[in-house]
């Protein structure tokens, strides 16, 4: 508490001090923006709500069978390519618009493909490493919903107010393309702090799959709770990946923080050990972005400082537990993996790599 409480003060102060160098900071006006964007959270829908269950009487009612990883079976055989669809449960086209998400950064709408089923397209640098992200976590037993990659696509009846001509064109490129599970329904978030798994070993690998991962935004609008009809169940999930396998935290610009090789393999893994515990560099506090932004995103960054717990001290035994895990993909695997994201060859093949050093380094703990 104290020292949320002095990040607090430290972040006003900067932004009392921001006046006096807006004139100057262009570019740290751009950056402001880009971060300030991206912390904005999607209206709420009557199938796409933001509230977090476990401080709303109502929505806690609902949570009698929460549940937040299954043991998967026999992972050496999962296909990472197709994902937890499959092939046959891909987005088949024509598509036809029916409706446009105004949250977030990137351009998203929702179409219907040529079965009538509906699906969410975004576009942007979170598309490629949202899909190989997915795939990883349904591989390891956490759940996810239905995603694929899709080089183009065509929509038509397309009436949206922002994105590049194209997008507006309906001539769509590099997207992603997510739908729930048929059966599954939003009833709100979930909190890294409070729920109903903090401290269980399956949490604990959750937290580290972040850190293989090199997913930074944790926010917990980006968690979400499903009502699962067919077994009875609340799945927890963290619905939003897409800020994954670039950096270890919010960077200068969008295309160095998501989906960027580089900065994934300069990036850190493992930070800390003692006997017990393990740290990770994911995700790192955003001490940089506040002043390069002298003090205009001091909001974010009080928020984003108080996240850097998940990717700390977590069990030496869970975490060698995911490991363990992890190591029963094959090469095969982890490039199909990458390959359903859509990256070039030269890419997935540097992706891998670093991939398959953390879960060695994991299996070691």
């Not at 026999?74 to 669809?85: S, T």
């Not at 001091?298 to 995911?322: C, H, Q, T, Y």
Request: proline residues 4%.
């Amino acid at each position: 508490m104290l020292r949320f409480t002095r990040l607090s003060h430290f972040a006003v102060i900067c932004t009392l001090a921001a006046a006096s160098f807006q004139s100057f900071a262009s570019p740290a006006a751009a950056h402001a923006a880009y971060v300030q964007d991206d912390d904005k959270k999607s209206k709420a829908k009557e199938d796409d709500n933001d509230r977090d269950v476990r401080s709303n009487a109502a929505l806690w009612a609902q949570i009698r069978n929460p549940v937040l990883w299954h043991q998967p079976k026999d992972i050496a055989r999962l296909d990472l390519l197709n994902g937890q669809g499959g092939r046959d449960k891909q987005p088949r086209p024509p598509f036809v618009f029916e409706s446009e998400d105004m949250g977030g950064t990137n351009p998203k709408m929702d179409v219907r493909d040529a079965g009538d089923k509906k699906w969410r397209v975004k576009a942007g640098e979170e598309a490629r490493p949202e899909v190989v992200a997915s795939r990883l976590l349904w591989a390891m037993g956490y759940f996810v919903n239905d995603d694929y990659f899709l080089p183009s696509a065509t929509v038509s009846n397309v009436k949206v107010k922002r994105g590049p001509k194209e997008w507006k064109a309906g001539q769509l490129q590099d997207v992603r393309f997510a739908r729930k599970p048929a059966g599954q329904k939003k009833i709100g978030i979930w909190e890294w702090k409070t729920n109903p798994f903090y401290g269980k070993r399956e949490f604990n690998g959750l937290r580290v799959m972040m850190a293989v991962m090199n997913n930074w935004d944790l926010k917990d609008e980006n968690n979400a709770v499903y009502t699962d009809k067919k077994s009875g169940q609340q799945l927890f999930l963290v619905s939003d990946v897409g800020a994954s396998f670039g950096s270890n935290g919010i960077g200068w610009t969008k295309a160095s923080s998501k989906g960027n090789i580089d900065s994934f393999k300069d990036s850190k893994f493992v930070t800390r050990l003692t006997t017990a515990t393990v740290d990770f560099g994911t995700p790192r506090r955003p001490t940089g972005m506040l002043f390069a932004t002298a003090g205009v995103t001091a909001k974010s960054f009080a928020m984003r400082a108080n996240l850097d717990w998940i990717g700390r001290e977590v069990p030496r035994e869970d975490a060698r537990w995911i490991g363990g895990m992890l190591a029963q993909l094959s090469h095969r695997q982890l490039t199909d993996a990458f390959r359903a994201g859509g990256f070039p060859d030269e890419v997935v093949t540097q992706y891998v790599t670093v991939v398959e050093s953390r879960i060695a380094e994991l299996k070691k703990l």
